[in-house]
Nanobody, 121 residues
Framework: QVQLVESGGGSVQAGGSLTLSCAASGSIRSINDMGWYRQAPGKQRELVAAITKEGITNYGDTVQGRFTISRDNAKNTVYLQMNSLKPEDTAVYYC???????????????WGQGTQVTVSS
C-alpha cells in the first residue's frame, strides 16, 4: 500500500505564509510527478503546482509568483511554500503523486487526505 500524508495547513491572515508538506510512504519503486491541487467550497478541484522528478515545475495562473513547489526525492516528500496568501486561496489542499509500485510498470495516481488552508482578510 501507498500513503500520502500531508501536514502544514492552518489559518493565516492575508499576506501571510504557510508551508505544506506531503510525504509518500509504503510500497514505492519510484515517484514521477508530484503536485498540489486545491478545492474550495462549490468549486472544482484545480491544479496549484506540480513538479517532475527532475525538478521541472508548473503553476496555476492564480498562484504564479506567490507559491513555490519543491521536492526531496530522497525523502519522497513534496513541499508547497505559500507566500502573500489571499482570502481566495482558502481551500482544502490535496497532495498528488504518480507512483510506480515494485515489480510493476504501470503508474498509479495517489491522493492525500487533504489539509485545510484558511486565509482571513
Amino acid at each position: 500500500q501507498v500513503q500520502l500524508v500531508e501536514s502544514g495547513g492552518g489559518s493565516v491572515q492575508a499576506g501571510g505564509s504557510l508551508t505544506l508538506s506531503c510525504a509518500a510512504s509504503g510500497s514505492i519503486r519510484s515517484i514521477n510527478d508530484m503536485g498540489w491541487y486545491r478545492q474550495a467550497p462549490g468549486k472544482q478541484r484545480e491544479l496549484v503546482a506540480a513538479i517532475t522528478k527532475e525538478g521541472i515545475t508548473n503553476y496555476g495562473d492564480t498562484v504564479q509568483g506567490r507559491f513555490t513547489i519543491s521536492r526531496d526525492n530522497a525523502k519522497n516528500t513534496v513541499y508547497l511554500q505559500m507566500n502573500s496568501l489571499k482570502p481566495e486561496d482558502t481551500a482544502v489542499y490535496y497532495c498528488n503523486a504518480k507512483i510506480v509500485r515494485p515489480l510493476r510498470t504501470n503508474v498509479y495516481v495517489y491522493w492525500g487526505q487533504g489539509t485545510q488552508v484558511t486565509v482571513s482578510s
